[in-house]
Each structure stands twice: as structure tokens, then as C-alpha cells.
Nanobody, 121 residues
Framework: QVRLVESGGGLVQSGGSLRLSCAAS????????MSWYRQVPGKERELVAE????????NYADSAKGRFTISRDNVKSMVFLQMNSLKPEDTAVYYC??????????????WGQGTQVTISS
């Protein structure tokens, strides 16, 4: 059973930092792309950052570049999002995402339950 469990959210003042963690199980973690998304009420879920299976390639939303860093530990099957210089507009529920190969020619998307990040001004 595929499971993604986020942690590390909380309330932080503008300019502060948070480190989100995602614990993964039930699939070949080291073979799959992992990513972080965020969503606020009334808006679509948006991609924040993604990382290749090996960890060698990363991509970021324009709003996250220079402030956020995605990383992964393939031994522990975990992915992280270090968020620095946080702004009120970063307030959202953050979700861990995995694109998992089925082994039969298609991919399946899996999502964690989300963790709330609130930035006060």
C-alpha cells in the first residue's frame, strides 16, 4: 500500500524558515520522481518543486526559486522541502506527491494528506 506522510508544517513569521518532511512507503521510492505541491482555498493545487529519482535534477516554481530547496534520502525513503525567507503568500497546505510507475506502461499519482504552513506578517 502506497503511503505518503507529511510533517513539519506550522506557524512562522515572515522571513522565517521551515523544513517539511515526507515519509514514503509501499513503492520503489528510489526509482520515482517526487515533488511538493501547495494549495490555498479557492485556488488550484500548484507545483512548488520536484526532484528526479537520483536526486541529480531539480525544478522549482518561479515563486520558490532561490528560497526553497528540495532534497531526498533514498536510503530512508524520504523527501524534504527546506523553505527559507518565507512570505505570507507562501501560506498554504503543502502536499507530498509521487508519480509511481505501475510496471505495466502507465504511471499513478499518489498524494499525502497535507501539512499546513502559515506565515504571519
Amino acid at each position: 500500500q502506497v503511503r505518503l506522510v507529511e510533517s513539519g508544517g506550522g506557524l512562522v513569521q515572515s522571513g522565517g524558515s521551515l523544513r517539511l518532511s515526507c515519509a514514503a512507503s509501499g513503492f520503489a521510492f528510489s526509482r520515482d520522481i517526487m515533488s511538493w505541491y501547495r494549495q490555498v482555498p479557492g485556488k488550484e493545487r500548484e507545483l512548488v518543486a520536484e526532484i528526479s529519482a537520483s536526486g541529480g535534477t531539480t525544478n522549482y516554481a518561479d515563486s520558490a526559486k532561490g528560497r526553497f530547496t528540495i532534497s531526498r534520502d533514498n536510503v530512508k525513503s524520504m523527501v524534504f522541502l527546506q523553505m527559507n525567507s518565507l512570505k505570507p503568500e507562501d501560506t498554504a497546505v503543502y502536499y507530498c506527491h509521487a508519480k509511481v510507475g505501475s510496471g505495466a506502461g502507465w504511471n499513478v499519482d499518489y498524494w499525502g494528506q497535507g501539512t499546513q504552513v502559515t506565515i504571519s506578517s
